[in-house]
């Protein structure tokens, strides 16, 4: 079965701090893209930041930027500069490059950033 | 900037009354998904619909479910007989395909939470 793992229940931050949020992913596919969603308390779902399998740059989305270990199945994200407005569910997402291919998510970790 | 929308943005209903959920996708977007989230937990795939047709279902997505595209802009997600156990946050979700290619990323409504009583 094709699972996403986020081993972090919980973490917090200090505001202007950098925090890193980890994840672990099974895959049998060479082809594959991974997510990071953000849920606000409003539990609205937010793209941050998306990375190709295929793509051995890390990508970077201003404060957002992730590590990809595609040998270790590892994909964590790093957010620097840590705001009061970062506070929320976070979510690690495969999804296997195919038509209609489904988001398969991890339990998510819960951040809080302090002032 | 094109979104996602759902409608009603709350539903309670009754154990065993049917409910229509409804998604507006963004307008050049191919690929349709159904995720629901119990609270607390993860959010899990129901369900995605290409081409007018199903493409992929979970097994959550059994016979007291169904989708449907009725016009060239809605996308509605039907439960025939609720359960108290459906009680969850029902999210929609719309990607564009690439010429030739895979689909593209997945952008989300705001989700529709649902009680059963």
């Known amino acids: 079965a094709q699972t996403v793992t986020q081993s972090q229940p919980e973490m917090s931050v200090q505001e202007a701090e950098t925090v890193t949020l980890s994840c672990t992913y099974d895959?049998?596919?060479?082809?594959?893209?991974l997510f990071w969603y953000k849920q606000p308390p409003s539990r609205q779902m937010i793209l941050v930041i998306r990375?190709?399998?295929?793509?051995?740059q890390n990508a970077t989305e201003n404060r957002f930027s992730v590590n990809f270990q595609k040998a270790a199945k590892s994909f964590s994200l790093k957010i620097s500069d840590s705001q009061l407005g970062d506070t929320a569910m976070y979510f690690c997402?495969?999804?296997?490059?195919?038509?209609?291919?489904?988001?398969?998510f991890g339990q998510g970790t819960e951040l809080s950033v302090k002032p | 900037e094109p979104e996602v929308t759902q409608t009603p943005s709350h539903q309670v209903t009754q154990m065993g009354q049917e409910v229509i959920l409804r998604c507006v996708p963004i307008?050049?977007?191919?690929?349709f998904y159904w995720y629901r989230q119990i609270l607390g937990q993860k959010v899990e795939f129901l369900v995605s619909?290409?081409?007018?047709?199903?493409?992929?279902k979970s097994e959550i997505f059994d016979d007291q479910f169904s989708v449907e595209r009725p016009d060239g802009s809605n996308f509605t997600l039907k439960i025939r007989s609720t359960k108290l156990e459906d009680s969850a946050m029902y999210f929609c979700?719309?990607?564009?395909?690439?010429?030739?290619?895979?689909?593209?990323?997945?952008?989300f409504g705001p989700g529709t939470r649902l009680l059963v009583l």
């Open positions: 990375q190709e399998a295929y793509k051995q």
């Open positions: 895959t049998s596919e060479s082809n594959y893209y």
């Open positions: 979700a719309s990607s564009a395909k690439l010429a030739g290619g895979p689909q593209e990323t997945q952008y």
């Open positions: 619909f290409y081409n007018n047709e199903i493409s992929e």
């Open positions: 307008s050049n977007h191919l690929y």
């Open positions: 997402a495969k999804q296997v490059v195919y038509q209609g291919g489904k988001l398969i």
